[in-house]
């Protein structure tokens, strides 16, 4: 891969003591070396900082960043980006696992074709990091209007090319803020282009899964209101198509 890019790993933190350790190594495992993982911790109160650190001293391509207070996953994201020095970022929650060849597959797929956003298929894995044999699969390119209808990208799984989408800054959202991210890149007229392959492993947590879908389903309202401030009847449709396909999704 001519020059062999930098890519910038962005991961934001909180709480994740039980997770963050089995993120960071499926990192370290991967099979292209030229990465920066850049993790910023927002404020956890358990051991997460520790174990983040323990990893810093071992290996000078992870940097942390400490946060005083609190103040959520878009602003813990975006710290993460003003830090980068990539030409691509590469988004991993600091709870799923990357497959070790998704960054030398994601790349050689984006230089080969000279595009600026690309995603992939992942399966699940329960709390124990056990397989659960399902997978959800890429539909395909995406569109700005293919992507409201069924936002199906795992945020674990996007690479962006910076050269071509330009600045990323990740929208204050409470728990669709990648949705308004990958919005904001596709309505510039880009497409997002999908890897049929499954590259991560998408971790599935018992804890207040009810709740936590419940609050995404506010949140992407409001994100279609708010940040694409599209009007309440064609709110109403995209919302049921993305109900219909999350539900679709999880069968």
């Known amino acids: 891969m001519e020059n062999q ?48 650190k323990d990893f810093c001293a071992k ?16 602003d813990t994201r975006n710290r993460c980006i003003k830090m980068a020095q990539g030409r691509f970022l590469a ?9 070790p060849e998704k960054l030398d597959q994601q790349l050689r797929f984006m230089t080969e074709k000279n ?9 699940w894995i329960d709390e124990d990091g056990n397989k659960l044999d399902k997978f959800i699969n890429t539909i395909g390119d995406l569109n700005y209007t293919a992507y409201l209808r069924n936002t199906i990208i795992g945020c674990s799984t996007v690479m962006v090319d910076r050269t071509i989408v330009g600045e990323v800054v990740v929208p204050h959202f409470r728990t669709s803020e990648d949705t308004a991210t990958w919005l904001n890149i596709l309505k510039k007229g880009f ?3 999908a890897i049929e392959n499954a590259l991560v492993s998408y971790r599935i947590r018992r804890k207040s899964a009810s709740s936590n879908k ?4 506010a949140d992407l309202w409001n994100v279609y209101r708010k940040n694409e ?10 919302f049921s198509c993305y109900a219909f396909n999350a539900i679709k999704k999880r069968l």
């Open 191 to 193: 497409k997002a282009y």
């Open 214 to 217: 419940l609050k995404a389903s």
């Open 59 to 74: 290996d000078k391509r992870i940097r942390i960043a400490l946060k005083e207070n609190h103040s959520g996953i878009a």
């Open 115 to 123: 595009i600026g956003f690309s995603y992939s298929t992942y399966d």
């Open 91 to 99: 988004f991993l929650d600091a709870d799923d696992i990357w497959h």
């Open 229 to 238: 401030k599209l009007p309440f009847f064609k709110t109403l449709y995209y």
């Open 5 to 52: 890019p930098l890519v910038s790993v962005i991961m934001p933190c909180y709480n994740m003591e039980m997770f963050i350790a089995d993120s960071i190594n499926s990192v370290i495992r991967q099979t292209y070396p030229h990465w920066e993982l850049l993790i910023a911790d927002d404020a956890s109160t358990d051991t997460t900082a520790d174990i983040i």
